[in-house]
């Protein structure tokens, strides 16, 4: 769970009580940058820069108190994206309290000089109820040197019956932006896209870069590895880079939807934009014994960084 720099004295890895006396793991980069992960979920609530800039955004509604799932951070969407399929909205994996791993198998990467933690999941015996399958699905949760924000999963079909499954994923990470109508993302430009509020019927988006200006849930195909939301106002760039996980979702509820949401503020969707790496048109599918391996990383940079790169196919091919 905890790699050679975890020590009592510096506390890089801290197991503690968040909202609610719900169990989080707080991970602490020598740099000052942070990320705090509640097991309630295996949900990120936080992750905050070098300067202690907050860089998700969670809701001040967010009820943190199962069954609801806390609202912002990064849910993880397992296994079944949105509600197309027999399970409830986004699956049961945000829903769940998660269990420190403390033994689990060797990560073929090297995470020498990192802090990180390990989650599993399991499923319980009224989990089998409403989706017959054994799995184990394991978290890592890793803050690089520079204040990067790395979460791996590793979603293994342990069924001993011989069955296969199929499930669709997504890391819904909800970024804090300073102004929703001074945003655009990078990356998505001329690719199909799959419309939520139109029965996901199937379009081609046009031109520039994406832009807000009312309710926007996208279902964006076959993406390419890295995105990049600007944030003009804060002068920041998000980079996501993924690697496994062909889909973009784009979801900014606006203000109806916010109001209908409880646990969301009315003007809070000013403030946010989730663009959710996933695995949604194709759903996933593994035999008993295989094993699915898929990786996002959060990176947040002066847009200055990017200056001259921001023809996004230039963002997308520098490394
Ligand atoms: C997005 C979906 O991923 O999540 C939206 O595309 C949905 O359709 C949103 O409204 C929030 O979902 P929930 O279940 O967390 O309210």
Partial sequence: MIDEMSTTENKSVEITKGINGLDKVVLREINGSTAEVYLYGGHVTSWKNEHGEELLFVSSKSIFKPPKAIRGGIPICFPQFSNMGPLEAHGFAR????????????FPSNTTNRVFVD??????EDDLKIWPHSFEYRLRVTLGPGGDLMLTSRIRNTNTDGKPF?????YHTYFSVSDISEVRVEGLETLDYL???KNRERYTEQGDAITFESEVDRIYLSTPTKIAILDH??????VI???GLPDAVVWNPWDKKAKAMADFGDDEYKHMLCVEAAAIEKPVTLKPGEEWK???????????YCSGQLDPNK???SS
């Fill in 119 to 124: 989650l599993l999941l399991k499923p319980t």
């Fill in 241 to 243: 880079r993924k690697d």
């Fill in 233 to 238: 106002e804060k002068k920041r760039t998000f």
């Fill in 195 to 197: 419309d939520n509020m």
């Fill in 315 to 317: 963002v997308l091919q």
């Fill in 95 to 106: 829903n769940r309290v998660w269990t420190i791993d403390t033994d689990p198998p060797p």
């Fill in 294 to 304: 898929v990786r996002q990383e959060l990176s947040a940079v002066p847009s200055s």
């Fill in 166 to 170: 199929s499930f669709t994923f997504a």
